[in-house]
């Protein structure tokens, strides 16, 4: 099993980027065999190409939540794409999440892929929407080389 993990804060990113994964991996001939919506436009949904199962998660927001990702098509995937919170009051979380759903994997099976608010000023907010937007596309990007590594080409990245 490999992991691909969006950590950080709420409200920087991770829904919007897992998104933009997800649909990458969609044009990209990942088909989907079961998606589930989640409150708050999150989901889960697993996807299949050439025999290689990926679960894409945007919610890990509370416990239930971790709980279920467990139970979402237990051992029939390779690859879990999940948020992941890891702000001072979601480190117990972040603990649980590893816990529960990474258990003890080999350290080398999980790439984190940090993520960090941009907040706006009064003096640049047009400019601080604009550098999140690129932040967000930056984040997708290495997402989907580290996938094409990782995944697809058995690399280490």
């Not at 996807?47 to 890990?60: L, R």
Request: charged share 25%; proline share 4%; hydrophobic share 40%.
């Amino acid at each position: 099993m490999k992991y691909i993990l969006l950590v950080g804060d709420a409200n920087v990113g991770k829904t919007t980027a897992i998104n933009r994964v997800f649909k990458w991996l969609n044009t990209n001939g990942y088909n989907v065999l079961d998606n589930v919506p989640l409150p708050r436009g999150d989901f889960r949904a697993l996807i299949e190409k050439e025999g290689t199962k990926v679960v894409v998660n945007s919610a890990s927001d509370n416990f239930a939540l971790i709980v279920d990702l467990q139970k979402f098509h237990p051992n029939e995937y390779d690859v879990l794409i999940s948020s992941c919170r890891t702000n001072e009051d979601a480190m117990k979380l972040y603990d649980d999440f590893y816990e529960i759903i990474v258990e003890k994997t080999d350290e080398k099976n999980v790439i984190e892929i940090p993520m960090a608010k941009i907040n706006n000023h009064p003096r640049c907010a047009a400019s601080c929407a604009t550098l999140r937007s690129d932040y967000n596309a930056k984040i997708v990007a290495l997402t989907e080389y580290v996938f094409k590594a990782f995944v697809e080409q058995n690399v280490n990245p």
